[in-house]
């Protein structure tokens, strides 16, 4: 079956530091990918994603590419900030008919001034 | 326009007894999914509804769980007879996907469930 695996946290880091959360999937078919995040006192959001291989998805400085040879979708953000603090969810959705999404068990950012 | 809303945002139970879930979806999103949040894990599916077809219920963890969704718009999960590792955080999530993978799912809050 469909799995995701993401690094284990929680990871702090000081503003403007470089960020990278590692994520790799299994999957049959060619499932499409996402970076869900959820801020403090919100709901779950999609921060980004990437339906076919070598798609890089970008947003709000946030990128990762659809690594199909190491089935891998890190996510990566060149200079964190204090608001970037929140659990991130790598998911992944097959493209049967379903279309359930499958997820990572989250990693919690916490971005100190 | 209005995203999709659950209720109640906090319902605390006892052992045994039976509780309700609501999830209102974004209008005219025709597939919607119910997913579970156990402390530390990552979301687990439970269920989902495409249209008027037969809903896929294989992520449901017993039979005490169950839900319907009437003309096509609010869902309601069902959970009888509530044991304390059904507490969890319930969200609910719709969109216009007609299946294929690629669309987004946009989430409710959540229904954090507590079972004493």
């Known amino acids: 079956g469909n799995s995701v695996t993401q690094m284990e946290g929680p990871v702090t880091l000081s503003e403007e530091a470089f960020l990278t959360i590692n994520c790799t999937y299994t999957?049959?078919?060619?499932?499409?990918l996402f970076w869900y995040v959820q801020y403090p006192g919100e709901g779950l959001q999609l921060l980004l994603k990437?339906?076919?291989?070598?798609d890089k998805g970008s947003n709000k400085g946030f990128e990762a590419t659809y690594r199909k040879e190491t089935t891998s979708f890190h996510l990566e953000k060149g200079s964190v900030q204090v608001s970037d603090s929140a659990v991130y969810f790598c998911?992944?959705?097959?493209?049967?008919?379903?279309?359930?999404?499958?997820f990572g068990k989250g990693i919690t950012l916490s971005v100190r001034p | 326009g209005a995203g999709v809303s659950q209720s109640p945002s906090n319902k605390v139970t006892e052992k045994g007894k039976d509780v309700e879930l609501r999830c209102d979806p974004i209008?005219?999103?025709?597939?919607l999914y119910w997913y579970r949040q156990r402390l530390g894990q990552g979301l687990e599916f439970l269920i989902y509804?495409?249209?008027?077809?037969?809903?896929?219920k294989s992520g449901l963890p017993s039979d005490r769980f169950s839900a319907e969704r009437t003309g096509g718009s609010v869902s309601t999960l069902t959970i009888q007879r509530t044991q304390q590792e059904d507490s969890a955080v319930y969200l609910c999530?719709?969109?216009?996907?007609?299946?294929?993978?690629?669309?987004?799912?946009?989430f409710g809050p959540g229904t954090r469930l507590t079972v004493l």
């Open positions: 990437a339906t076919k291989a070598d």
């Open positions: 209008s005219g999103h025709t597939a």
């Open positions: 509804f495409q249209g008027n077809s037969a809903p896929d």
């Open positions: 999957a049959t078919g060619y499932p499409s």
């Open positions: 999530a719709s969109s216009s996907s007609s299946g294929g993978g690629t669309d987004t799912q946009y």
């Open positions: 998911a992944l959705s097959s493209s049967g008919a379903n279309s359930k999404l499958t």
